[in-house]
């Protein structure tokens, strides 16, 4: 009997905390199952709930206090306020994407159809279906950059594939409006940095160009072109005068980092530009950075003639560009000037592209008849022939740029440099095949001036040969009818030129 009743008094006391040990499993089960109703399951991922299940066994905490990732912050609440604000996810705050880069290169620029190649990565990139200044690209919480268009050109070998430094500078201003168009970033280097930069001018533009802010106005010229002009791959109707004020700023700042301030106001300028694009690259390359300004020593003249030569003097069969009559220069040029500098190609043809080879000769005795002509016209001044090995590209720029008076004919070359004169600036008017732009920039910038001088093209010049071209070159305009013109030629040449002429 003990044995039973020690038997079952043992087996009794041992029932009683079995009893409450279920008891309690089922509440917590209870509980658990209140819980996950309130936290609705369904809404989560499934680790979230393995990882609260098992925080909640060990812990005994509300899951809901610890609910974090959740974002549908949509699906209806059926518990109590309190309930609600347990239940509320912490939302992560947004991360910030990495901002988008575009890499253009050359085949982006205007050439060959590279603006229209340019602007669908332009509407792509700022997701819009028309470049519009009206239509501000959206920015979303997490991507507030605009995106970067990246352009790395191998400077060196593009201006050396015929189309010559002045074009591609040309392309590289249609790059600047249609960027600024689209509010996008915008960045330029050379492939071979600053490598050249004594004798080429595309790496001086070297630099980081912010987008306009949405509440800017139009920061460049006139109003903003729509996209059909500046997408366009029509040379004749490109509108790079909406760029006259950023051409003036860009000419000067190079003309300041290579010839020094020579007394000009320069405090407006961005001349850190150039000098972070040295420095960036002496870090690169591991070398001492460039000192500038890199030719402070060279004299310059109060008048600077670009004389274009070579293939104007009869190496092309074309009208849309040629030479002028240098009674223009007599014009324009102030009778009380000292210095009058020409500007033109070197006479050594080993210096000298290959559509300019041929008639090196030809500019040795026209530049040598500009000379006498104007040391005749202007008997107290002096003339200078600047086109030796230490006149290079970026000096020749900078000499341009700094003269009282600066005066171009045709040229892609010469044009920038006249737009950007801290002195006065004097182009002939272009045409379809140079510089269309240039009849309105004298609107924007008026210390700039379009001159109509009587013109022979490169056809005519072919036609007419160097003696009749230097006798129309020092005939005044009064004087030498076209009946006389004509007469100056001999009969080969006068019914050659008629049957170009008439081609036209």
């Not at 690169?284 to 600077?304: F, G, R």
């Not at 005795?365 to 030796?388: I, R």
Request: some cysteine; glycine content about 8%.
């Amino acid at each position: 009997m003990n044995t039973t009743s020690n038997n079952g008094g043992e087996g009794r006391g041992r029932g009683i905390p079995r009893m409450i040990g279920h008891l309690l499993l089922v509440f917590i089960l209870a509980g658990l199952t209140v819980m996950f109703s309130n936290l609705e399951i369904k809404d989560l991922p499934m680790e979230i709930v393995e990882n609260k299940v098992e925080q909640t066994a060990t812990e005994q905490k509300d899951l809901s206090t610890s609910v974090t990732g959740v974002q549908n912050s949509n699906t209806e609440q059926s518990t109590s306020s309190e309930q609600q604000e347990n239940n509320k996810p912490n939302l992560p705050a947004p991360t910030t994407k990495e901002r988008k880069v575009v890499e253009i290169t050359s085949e982006h620029f205007f050439w060959h159809k590279g603006q229209s190649k340019l602007c669908d990565l332009l509407r792509e990139a700022t997701g819009v279906t028309t470049l519009d200044w009206k239509n501000i690209p959206s920015k979303k919480q997490n991507d507030p950059q605009p995106p970067l268009f990246k352009a790395v050109l191998n400077c060196t070998e593009i201006i050396h594939t015929g189309l010559g430094t002045g074009n591609w500078i040309t392309a590289w201003y249609m790059v600047r409006i249609a960027t600024t168009l689209a509010r996008v970033d915008l960045s330029l280097q050379c492939r071979e940095g600053m490598e050249n930069h004594e004798h080429e001018l595309l790496p001086w533009f070297t630099g980081y160009y912010p987008a306009p802010k949405d509440t800017d106005d139009w920061p460049l010229d006139f109003e903003a072109p729509v996209e059909k002009f500046a997408c366009i791959n029509d040379y004749k109707q490109i509108p790079v005068q909406h760029a006259s004020h950023l051409i003036q700023s860009d000419m000067r700042r190079i003309a300041v980092a290579v010839m020094g301030d020579r007394g000009y106001d320069t405090s407006g300028l961005d001349l850190d530009t150039i000098k972070l694009a040295f420095e960036n690259d002496a870090k690169t390359t591991n070398s001492k950075a460039v000192a500038l300004p890199l030719a402070p020593d060279i004299e310059l003249d109060e008048v600077a003639i670009h004389f274009r030569c070579g293939d104007v003097l009869g190496g092309a069969r074309r009208n849309d560009f040629g030479v002028i009559k240098f009674d223009e220069y007599k014009r324009q040029i102030s009778p009380t000037v000292k210095s009058i500098g020409i500007l033109t190609q070197p006479f050594n043809k080993t210096f000298l592209r290959s559509q300019d080879r041929g008639k090196a000769e030809n500019c040795r005795k026209v530049v040598g008849v500009l000379v006498d002509y104007l040391e005749k016209a202007f008997p107290k001044s002096t003339v200078n022939v600047h086109n030796g090995i230490e006149d290079t590209l970026p000096v020749t720029y900078g000499r341009l740029t700094m003269s009282k008076q600066t005066i171009i004919s045709y040229s892609s070359f010469g044009i920038f440099p006249a737009m950007g004169t801290f002195g006065d600036g004097y182009f002939q008017e272009g045409n379809n095949g140079v510089n269309p732009f240039n009849k309105h920039v004298p609107e924007v910038l008026p210390n700039t001036h379009v001159m109509t001088a009587p013109r022979l093209g490169t056809a005519q010049v072919m036609k007419a040969g160097m003696d009749g071209t230097i006798k129309w070159f020092v005939t005044p305009r009064e004087e030498m009818s076209n009946d006389e013109f004509w007469e100056s030629l001999n009969s080969k040449a006068r019914r050659l030129l008629r049957s170009v002429l008439g081609r036209f």
